[in-house]
């Protein structure tokens, strides 16, 4: 499996996997002419896209989906619910439910809880290798912490500091109270928490996503992620952050 971030962050969201047979973007946030120059970067065209997963149905989770399905006619995944909000009119659309097997591919859903109609977080697996994607999060559910547990690669919501957050005149009270909310983002500390409970014997990276430019950044993110694993005397250290506007490299799992 190989896994790479395009973009991560409230102004668009992209990540292209890997499997054995099969290429997958999940999130089409960014514009179509992005994706497809940000896919060429790393060697792929971007036709060859069979997949295409959807987490919400945000602008910026969405922006650049009608235009590439238009192009290219990957199939689509993704809820009834969420297709209802995002308001498109797609080909090669499917319904995903708790989980759908393609051959040796599975992608399991996790329900996340988000300030929209419905939204999943997804776990991608062939025969040999593993990824979690969850982003735009309030919250993750305990019934979800097995099936979260100790997989390859996690490219996970680690969206602000909650200091740096109250403490920011630009953003209005209400709005920081539905950030902080159950239907909101992860903070730095949130993430580290699920983190802590879920990377195991196999895990091998970690990728924190959806920093806030304005009420986050690259040092408190990773160091609040590794005070926690220290404190739980969890041995990790490869923790990289995903960005608006560049690639992060191409994890081979």
Known sequence: MQVCVLSSG???????????????LIDIGNSCAYVEKSLRQIGVEPKNIDIVLITHAHIDHI???????????????????????????????????????????????????????????????????????????????????KKLYNKNIYIFESNHDVEKLMNNQKYPYHTKIRILSDRGHLSNADSAYYLSKFIGPNTKNIVLAHLSEENNNDTLAISTLQDVLNKKNIKFSNIDVAHQNSLTRVYNI
């Open 63 to 145: 922006a650049g989906l009608k235009v590439f399905c238009k192009k290219y006619s990957p199939k689509v995944y993704l809820t009834k619910k969420i297709l209802i909000e995002t308001k498109l009119n797609l080909n090669n659309v499917y319904e995903i439910g708790d989980f759908i097997k393609i051959d040796d591919l599975v992608i399991y859903s996790i329900k996340t809880s988000h300030d929209t109609e419905d939204s999943n977080g997804y776990i991608v697996e062939d025969k040999f290798s593993s990824c979690v994607y969850i982003t735009d999060t309030g919250y993750i559910n305990e019934r979800y912490f």
């Open 10 to 24: 409230s102004k668009g969201n992209c990540t292209y996997i890997k499997t054995n047979n099969y290429n997958i």
